[in-house]
């Protein structure tokens, strides 16, 4: 029964995850319609990529115990092929200033997640070590990615207005820590499930203030997708536009 109730955790959270790491197909869509960026940051889609290797390492057999955390693999390993896919059509239209800093952080962040599966194959012997060790570069993988709205949290309470933290991203992320946290302590697994203890309470702060801002209604371009909206890194033009239309809120 628990082992059941473990996979289906593990099978939901997939679906939740599925939705966050897929959101960007919108944003990368109208990239190679427009071919064009837009001005807008790759380095989010490169800090969710090494998430991805990293906990795909982690829920392998050369880490973990045999196949323990097959649903791991499958999302993470999924997010990858998505997130490679963001990050190579980037590099095809951005700028070139911008294309060789996101291929020189995009190479520093697969050299170091290669040098962590090294080190975890070479170094550490048993599997208990080897968990601890991945684990731990995975904790400071999730935090890079969960820190990430925080400054969009801080933009809501500036400004009063959503638009930049979108409901449903909000809702499947709080949906995904929640699972994963839940999965990490059904598998008696404090390292898995201790980065959805940084998601979780960043999850619920969201969602409680779209609640408390939602009535607001949008102050400013409706038109940005909502996974772009997500991450507030622009070009220094969008930036100076956002700031005339808060009024120099910011």
């Not at 200033?97 to 170094?123: D, E, H, N, P």
Request: aromatic share 12%.
């Amino acid at each position: 029964m628990g082992d059941r109730l473990r996979l289906a955790v593990g099978v939901i959270g997939n679906a939740s995850s599925l939705l966050l790491y897929a959101a960007p197909i919108l944003t990368f869509s109208r990239v190679i319609r427009k071919r064009s960026t837009e001005g807008f940051s790759c380095i989010p889609y490169i800090v969710a990529l090494s998430n991805c290797l990293i906990y795909t390492l982690y829920g392998s057999p050369v880490v973990s115990y045999s196949w323990e955390n097959f649903p791991v693999v499958t999302i993470n390993g999924l997010g990858i092929v998505l997130e490679l896919s963001f990050v190579f059509i980037y590099l095809l239209f951005a700028p070139t200033k911008a294309k060789v800093k996101a291929g020189v952080i995009a190479t520093v962040v697969i050299i170091l997640c290669s040098t962590t599966a090294i080190i975890s194959a070479y170094v550490f012997r048993d599997h208990r070590r080897r968990k601890l060790f991945v684990g731990t570069v995975g904790l400071v993988a999730s935090v890079a990615m969960y820190a990430a709205p925080l400054v969009v949290v801080k933009q809501v309470i500036v400004t009063k207005s959503v638009e930049f933290m979108p409901f449903y991203l909000s809702f499947f992320s709080f949906l995904a820590s929640v699972l994963w946290l839940a999965y990490g302590l059904l598998s008696h697994d404090l390292i898995l499930a201790s980065p959805n203890l940084v998601g979780l309470p960043l999850g619920v702060l969201q969602l409680g203030l779209y609640f408390k801002y939602r009535e607001s209604g949008i102050k400013e371009e409706p038109s940005k997708s909502d996974f772009e909206q997500s991450f507030p890194e622009r070009s220094k033009q969008t930036e100076l536009t956002t700031t005339e239309t808060i009024n120099g809120s910011r």
